[in-house]
């Protein structure tokens, strides 16, 4: 009789060992609810998701949310009726996410918050955030400004998307940092929604309002930077010396412009993280515990390493 349960079991085993090896493993199917198309960052983000994605066999249903959180929480409940193995936000703004996290929650979904962190009361509506640390770049970026500008100097301030976590914390850490430089202050501050032809008309607008006293320009991100360089330029005046230039994303283009002197300095909030993001989503799937919060690491550049750097940069 024990034999006989003996062989029983080694059957169960073989032909479970052997479905294993037979069968395809199920392919994964994840949400990527993206905020839209605004900049040259976001392009490389959405790249760097969906060739990733590809490599891996992984079935992406990619959202272009075109701008409109309604339009991301519209893509998250179609994932939900889709049934996916996994949801990824890049939340437009902080706020107004928690009801369709917790239809998410009561779907046995887990959801990855990526890029841009949301406020919420109850941090158990998602697994994990990946993406920068917006603070630690505001700070960095007042630092070197201050430096570079032995402290004085009147900034006018290009602003990203209205209630976004990057324009919140950019602005928030930038302002705490230059204000212990009693002459280095924030004159005028307005939003270009992360766009270069935002950036543009803001500056546009500075310059006329302001005229020469304006010294530096400090933008949430290169897209609205390169615009204002475009209007600095079309007044009559040189970028990166008669006016100083400091923004946040070291783009290929920002990085470029640093090395031509047309920038002053670029911090970076580098996008490529998307094979993090399966990584993460596998090993959630395996039932492995995942950090709360992954930041990618950000560097500086400016006139003493922008040149070298171009070569290598790979968005
Ligand atoms: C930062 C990202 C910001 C970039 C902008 O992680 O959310 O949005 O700085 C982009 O270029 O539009």
Redesign the pocket.
Same mark, same amino acid.
């Given at each position: 009789m024990h034999l006989a349960k003996t062989f029983r079991y080694l059957f169960i085993a073989l032909s479970i060992s052997l479905a294993a090896t037979v069968l395809p493993a199920k392919q994964l199917k994840v949400g990527f609810a993206q905020?839209g198309a605004?900049?040259a960052?976001?392009t490389a983000n959405s790249e760097s998701m969906k060739s990733e994605a590809k490599k891996r066999g992984i079935d992406l249903k990619f959202s272009d949310g075109q701008g409109k959180q309604e339009n991301q929480i519209r893509a998250v409940r179609s994932f939900i009726t889709q049934r996916v193995d996994a949801i990824v936000i890049?939340p437009i703004v902080e706020t107004g996410w928690e009801p369709v996290l917790r239809e998410a929650r009561r779907a046995k979904i887990p959801v990855i918050i990526t $890029?841009?962190t949301i406020q919420t009361t109850d941090d158990s509506l998602f697994v994990c955030f990946i993406?920068?640390d917006?603070l630690e770049e505001g700070r960095l970026a007042a630092a070197w400004l201050a430096k570079a500008v032995n402290g004085k100097g009147r900034i006018v301030e290009l602003q990203?998307t209205p209630g976004?976590a990057?324009a919140n914390d950019r602005r928030k850490a930038f302002a705490e940092a230059i204000a212990t430089f009693p002459n280095l202050k924030i004159i005028d501050s307005q939003s270009g929604d992360?766009r270069r032809s935002g950036g543009k008309e803001v500056m546009e607008a500075f310059l006329k309002k302001h005229g020469r006293n304006i010294d530096i320009v400090y933008a949430?991100?290169? $897209?609205m930077a390169l615009g204002a360089v475009q209007a600095i330029e079309a007044a009559g005046l040189k970028p990166g010396t008669d006016i100083k230039i400091i923004a946040?994303?070291a783009i290929r283009e920002g990085v470029q412009a640093v090395a031509d002197g047309r920038i002053n300095c670029v911090v970076e909030?580098n996008?490529l993280f998307g094979s993090k993001v399966y990584d993460t989503i596998e090993a959630i799937l395996a039932g492995k515990k995942v950090p709360k919060k992954v930041f990618n690491k950000d560097e500086l550049f400016d006139h003493t390493n922008a040149a070298a750097a171009l070569p290598t940069r790979q968005y």
């Open positions: 905020t605004e900049s960052w976001r890049a $890029d841009r993406g920068s917006f990203g976004s990057p992360f949430h991100n290169d $897209d946040i994303d909030c996008p």
